[in-house]
């Protein structure tokens, strides 16, 4: 029976189909013939109903007359089902999941034979068919919809069944042996998907609630959550399905925290929100996301405050397609923009990014509870910052009103590789875009820093620390004046900028998490420049809320503000590269363990590469309204004496000329000590 079942289950969804309403056909067929027995208190039979039936048989083909109330009928029988399929698949009762069928499902096959049996009423009250009493069409409806259900749920029981026999009866022949965290409703569905996956074995729930602990789901015992880590060891679990929400963070870190000490591959049921159809199946399961390793608090935002400055703008975002820059889109969409510019240089990503944020439109727009169905234009750039022409054209135009600022080449050895270029874009297409926005009127301008910019000692976050000078030095100058073969700028500064400096953001295209991912997939090693390089993390999410907050603090009229995010504490890089392999439910290979998976290699420290970032220059930040976001004070350079440098930098590039370039930014950027 099993076998049979599980044949059934990896049919093609045509043939699922074509079954169901093969299933249904008969159903409705059965139905009508049943209400006539019941409406006429016998065992009905429509070609064996009336003496002249019996009479004139034989002169059939010569008196059709006699045999209009027989082909009256039949025709009935051969129009139901052409009637009843087509709107069974407009309300889409094929499409319902048996295994997972609910009230919604219900309400679908109500609606179809409601409406099948109105049709088929008309027909037969239009062609005024003798024979056929009104009733019956009442009587068809409630016995159609009754079989009709009683045959999903009869299947479903037995495809139940069968999730039982499977998950107990064939616990010898699997390979796998896992647990579910969360006895609630999501991990009940994960258990009748993971039934039908042969190399898995579902040994128990786990949960805290002593209402539900000692009792049994589906004949699988819940036990107690303050067991976990033990019970993993003792009983060779190596999966845990997690079925908690993330809104539940507290809860969730702890339950993740309880599994540092054991090698268990560790993957989440996504939220609801996540899923298209509400229904968890296998291949929803996501790997643990690494912003659980983190144990940061939730970033609390003043909405109202956001929302206030957001709300029907034009805003402007450089380096739309790049991890900050769409997660910015992302989340400013919630706020309903007037209107979004995605600026982006690689074709590929602003193409990703256009057609993401459509669809995060679309969904939101579906749900007038979360965002209102205003119209939200999109328009893509592709352009690079360096094209100070093609900036003031699209200014020029759309008359953005703030400016994200997260185009940057950003891959320290890269740029340390690629001076010019990383100068180019990094310094002179930042001030591009400041140029650009003063001369249009800009209101708000944000620029996404580094932590590599304090105290560098690469290029990358030297050119990061000059583009903050930059910001700098034109908002202390109320009236700018820059010159050169493409810029003529003489306009008063009515912007206001900002500069918001942070560290590691995970899952970046230049963090170290998806770089151990991909070792991990490809079975190691893992490597790590120094056993003691620490480096501050925080989650995409997180950060671009906290630039977002950034726009909406009151700011330093005559200078730029250099906001930092609280980081948190410094994570060391190699203690990350244990996590990730345990929770892949591997076992790390070192000396004392000469069969683990996995191996961590130490590489040595890349060119120019710190073994600690930092934040501020000085130690003395200053709070702001925002217990995540502080203000840090640093010295500046007058404009007058800045786009002097600027020009000699400019011609040192041009001529290539790497000794001067190193001499200049020496001089300017404090603390720069490059390695070379």
Not at 334 to 362: A, G, M
Not at 623 to 646: C, D
Request: proline residues 3%; glycine residues 4%.
């Amino acid at each position: 029976m099993n076998t049979i079942i599980r044949k059934l289950i990896k049919l093609p969804i045509s043939v699922k189909y074509l079954i169901i309403f093969t299933n249904d056909i008969f159903i409705i067929l059965f139905s009508f013939w049943a209400s006539f027995s019941l409406r006429l208190s016998y065992f009905y039979n429509p070609f064996n109903g009336s003496a002249i039936y019996r009479e004139y048989l034989p002169y059939f083909f010569s008196d059709f007359f006699i045999y209009q109330k027989l082909f009256d009928i039949v025709l009935i029988y051969l129009l139901a089902p052409l009637i009843f399929i087509p709107i069974s698949i407009y309300f889409g009762l094929g499409s319902v999941v048996i295994r997972f069928i609910s009230y919604k499902g219900v309400s679908s096959i109500v609606k179809t034979v409601f409406l099948y049996s109105l049709i088929l009423g008309f027909i037969v009250h239009t062609l005024n068919i003798d024979g056929i009493p009104r009733s019956i069409v009442i009587i068809n409806f409630f016995i159609s919809c009754l079989v009709i259900i009683f045959s999903r749920y009869a299947m479903r029981f037995i495809l139940r069944k069968s999730d039982f026999n499977l998950i107990f009866f064939n616990r010898s022949n699997t390979n796998r042996k896992a647990a579910i965290v969360g006895a609630n409703q999501n991990g009940k569905n994960l258990v009748e998907s993971i039934s039908y996956l042969e190399n898995y074995n579902i040994y128990c729930f786990f949960d805290n609630d002593k209402k539900i602990i000692g009792r049994k789901i589906f004949d699988l015992p819940v036990l107690d959550l303050a067991n976990l880590e033990y019970l993993i060891q003792k009983e060779k679990i190596t999966d845990i399905f997690l079925s908690i929400s993330r809104s539940d963070q507290k809860f969730r870190k702890k339950v993740i925290s309880s599994l540092s000490n054991v090698s268990v591959r560790v993957r989440s049921i996504p939220d609801f929100f996540d899923l298209s159809d509400n229904k968890i199946r296998f291949e929803d399961l996501q790997e643990l996301d690494i912003n659980d390793l983190l144990a940061r608090e939730t970033v609390q935002l003043n909405f109202e405050q956001i929302n206030k400055k957001l709300l029907n703008k034009v805003i402007l975002i450089t380096g739309a397609g790049g991890s900050i820059g769409s997660e910015l889109c992302r989340q400013i969409v919630l706020y309903q923009p007037k209107k979004i510019i995605l600026f982006e240089q690689s074709e590929y990503y602003l193409y990703e990014i256009q057609n993401n944020l459509q669809k995060l439109i679309n969904k939101l727009q579906s749900n007038e509870d979360i965002i209102k169905k205003n119209l939200i234009e999109i328009v893509p750039v592709l352009g690079s910052i360096q094209d100070y022409k093609l900036l003031e054209t699209i200014f020029n135009l759309y008359n953005p009103e703030i400016v994200y600022h997260a185009a940057a080449y950003k891959h320290v050895p890269i740029v340390e590789k690629n001076v010019s270029e990383g100068l180019k874009n990094n310094i002179f297409g930042s001030l591009n875009v400041a140029l650009a926005a003063i001369k249009f009127n800009v209101q708000d301008f944000v620029l996404i820093s580094t932590d590599k910019a304090v105290r560098p000692t690469n290029m990358m976050g030297a050119s990061k620390r000059f583009a903050e000078l930059i910001l700098q030095s034109l908002s202390y100058e109320k009236k700018i004046t820059f010159s050169n073969n493409l810029i003529s700028l003489n306009n008063i500064n009515n912007t206001n900028f900002c500069i918001v400096r942070f560290g590691n953001v995970l899952g970046s295209s230049g963090s170290v998490v998806p770089l151990f991912k991909n070792q991990i997939k490809n079975g190691g090693p893992l490597t790590v420049t120094h056993p003691e390089v620490t480096r501050y993390f925080m989650s995409i999410d997180e950060a671009a809320k906290l630039v977002i907050q950034s726009t909406c603090i009151n700011k330093n009229k005559e200078i730029a503000e250099i906001f930092v995010l609280d980081m948190g504490e410094p994570v060391k890089i190699y203690d990350l590269a244990i996590k990730m392999i345990k929770y892949s439910g591997l076992t790390i290979k070192d000396q004392n363990n000469p069969d683990g998976d996995i191996e961590i290699k130490i590489i040595g420290l890349r060119s120019a590469e710190k073994l600690y970032e930092e934040l501020l220059i000085g130690n003395s930040p200053i709070n702001t309204s925002h217990n995540k976001i502080f203000k840090a004070r640093e010295n500046f350079i007058e404009w007058n004496i800045l786009k002097v440098k600027l020009s000699e930098l400019a011609n040192n590039i041009n001529l290539n000329n790497t000794n001067e370039i190193y001499k200049i930014l020496k001089n300017l950027v404090n603390g720069y000590n490059p390695k070379v």
